[in-house]
Structures are given as structure tokens and as C-alpha cells.
């Protein structure tokens, strides 16, 4: 069971929390304002809906395969969800998605919550690579991921077929991008 794992640094106030009882129907109401948005790929078709891919995400936990947080904002308020997928112990690899609501971008929260989710990667789960998978036509992403020193652009060839199926999927191209455990350290100077 994946459940709540420490933070390595210490001393720092965390925006990271586990998934509450009350969390789905806040966050349903958070990204339903962007229902329709082009970048969105939450399934937001109801509350209902959403509340059972959030069961579902939750059992992915306990059967070790992916691991969500809640993203909280510096006045204690739901503000967003990261979650780590296609957790791949074996191959030591997972693909992050994070979603933030439109009034808390633009203000760190993005960059805070996948330093602390890439720090339970690297260190507690003991990863190696994440991926992170952005839609060609979310500029904002794509301007906020190239920020980060941490993250390279692979060959895309290597990806050639997942991004043929999410394209198909989701009906718009997608560029995938790497963090490597040892050059997010070194960048970071966590280690």
C-alpha cells in the first residue's frame, strides 16, 4: 500500500495531502468551470462520475499502481490534484498529471506540488523517470514545464505509439517529457 509517504525535505510547508472524504465534490466544482476547456481530461461528466474515477484512482493506491494528493493552496483551501499513474515498480517509472483551478495559477502551487510528489517518487517509492504527458496546444503548460530545470524532451520516436493512441483518445497531439531522478536532485540540490 502506497498511502501517505514523508516528505524529504524538512521544514517546509507542504501543499500535498491525501484525498478526504469531501474532496471529490470540491474538486468536481473546481474544474467543472473548465468543462469543455481544451486541456482538461478529467471525466467531469458529473459529480458522480467523478467521485467514482476518484474511488477508482484511491483503489489504484492500495493496489500499488498509482498515488494522488490533493494540491492545497497557502489559505488551506482544495486548489488542485497531482497524481502519480501507471506506477511501474518493475521498470521504476510513473506518468504525473497535475490540475490546477484557474484562480490558483500562476502562483507556484503547480511547481511546489510536483517537487513534493517528485520528491515521494524519488524517494520513497524509489523511481527513476517520470513522465509527463502535455497536450501541444496547452501553451501555459508547455511554458511552465520548460521552466523547470529538471526536465528533459526524449526522442519522441521512443513514445511513438502511446502518443498515437493518446492523440486518438483525446483527438489532439501530445509532447512527452522526462524527469530523471538524478538530474532533478542535481538541479534541485536536494540529494
Not at 467514482?52 to 500499488?64: D, F, K
Request: hydrophobic share 40%.
Amino acid at each position: 500500500m502506497l498511502g501517505m509517504y514523508p516528505i524529504i525535505q524538512k521544514g517546509v510547508l507542504h501543499v500535498l495531502r491525501p484525498i478526504q472524504t469531501d474532496d471529490a465534490t470540491i474538486l468536481y466544482h473546481l474544474f467543472c468551470g473548465e468543462k469543455g476547456g481544451s486541456f482538461l481530461d478529467l471525466p467531469l461528466g458529473s459529480p458522480n462520475t467523478f467521485a467514482r474515477w476518484l474511488n477508482e484512482v484511491q483503489a489504484g493506491e492500495l493496489l500499488g499502481f498509482c498515488l494522488s494528493r490533493v494540491i492545497m493552496s497557502k489559505q488551506d483551501r482544495v486548489a488542485g490534484l497531482v497524481i502519480l499513474s501507471s506506477i511501474d515498480q518493475a521498470a521504476r517509472t510513473a506518468e504525473m498529471g497535475t490540475w490546477l483551478g484557474l484562480s490558483y495559477r500562476g502562483i507556484g502551487l503547480n511547481h511546489q506540488a510536483k517537487q513534493e510528489m517528485l520528491e515521494i517518487a524519488f524517494g520513497s517509492l524509489g523511481l527513476d523517470k517520470i513522465l509527463l504527458w502535455i497536450a501541444d496546444k496547452n501553451i501555459p503548460a508547455t511554458k511552465a514545464i520548460k521552466k523547470l530545470p529538471f526536465v528533459t524532451i526524449p526522442e519522441q520516436e521512443l513514445y511513438s505509439n502511446e502518443k498515437k493512441h493518446r492523440q486518438f483518445l483525446f483527438s489532439q497531439p501530445f509532447t512527452v517529457y522526462e524527469i530523471h531522478k538524478d538530474l532533478y536532485f542535481l538541479k534541485t540540490k536536494r540529494w
